[in-house]
């Protein structure tokens, strides 16, 4: 009786087997890619060109358009308006005080995703979405439990990601074996969305590194493979 309430046990921890652990292994950076990387430092991944990691800022929101500041707005030359010099100090502080404001709520956006899980978030710098669609991004979410994670309890996870069944395709890693999904469903209002996930058991852990787009899914396919392989868990 005891020996099968502790089989019970293991399969609602969703553990069972051997640890499945990531490669150690050097960080590398295609040319022309950044680093990115979580607070705690256990997780680094590249970063292509036209892409930072972080979250939409107040500045760069759809309403504010294209990354256009107060500094931008044209003050008339000192010899034509006396008082050019006390208007531009004064547009001045109010975009430093606004662009204060952008980094706070950046910050606080961050820590709200932290407590998901989600502990390093990248966005597209491209055209800024529409009202209501969401910003191309890739992350990595970390989930922890008692017992280690094995590819059944890991696609189990992500399953909720999906609208229908993912199918999980093995693939070789710089850190190890992994297990990509990739889908794209149609949405109500006509458009697409694609999501692709690699996921990724370290012992206790697993790390789903998930691509979205709204866009052309063209967006996220053309970086995928060169992110995977960058990614590195400590």
Not at 8 to 19: D, E, K, S, T, Y
Not at 165 to 193: F, I, N, Q, S
Request: with cysteine; net charge neutral.
């Amino acid at each position: 009786m005891r020996t099968f309430g502790l089989f019970i046990l293991i399969l609602l921890c969703g553990c069972g087997g051997p640890a499945i652990e990531t490669k150690k292994v050097a960080f590398a950076l295609p040319t022309g890619w950044t680093k990115g990387a979580s607070d705690d430092e256990l997780v680094e991944l590249g970063i292509p060109s036209g892409w930072r990691q972080g979250v939409d800022r107040m500045m760069e929101s759809p309403m504010l358009g294209a990354g256009i500041g107060l500094g931008d707005i044209p003050v008339p030359p000192a010899s034509s308006n006396p008082n050019a010099s006390d208007a531009s100090k004064s547009i001045e502080q109010l975009s430093n005080a606004m662009t204060e404001m952008s980094n706070e709520a950046e910050r606080e956006a961050l820590e709200r995703l932290k407590k998901k899980g989600i502990i390093l978030n990248v966005i597209s710098k491209g055209a800024r979405p529409t009202i209501g669609e969401a910003r191309t991004r890739y992350y990595v979410q970390r989930y922890t439990q008692g017992g280690n994670w094995n590819w059944d309890s890991a696609h189990a996870k992500e399953r909720d990601h999906y609208l229908h069944k993912p199918v999980a395709r093995e693939l070789d890693l710089p850190t190890g074996k992994a297990h990509r999904m990739e889908e794209t469903k149609t949405l109500v209002d006509g458009g697409t969305y694609t999501i692709i996930s690699y996921l990724i058991p370290n012992g206790k852990d697993l790390y789903a590194l998930r691509f979205i787009t709204q866009e052309q899914a063209t967006v996220i396919q053309s970086i995928e493979k060169k992110v995977a392989e960058s990614i590195r868990i400590k």
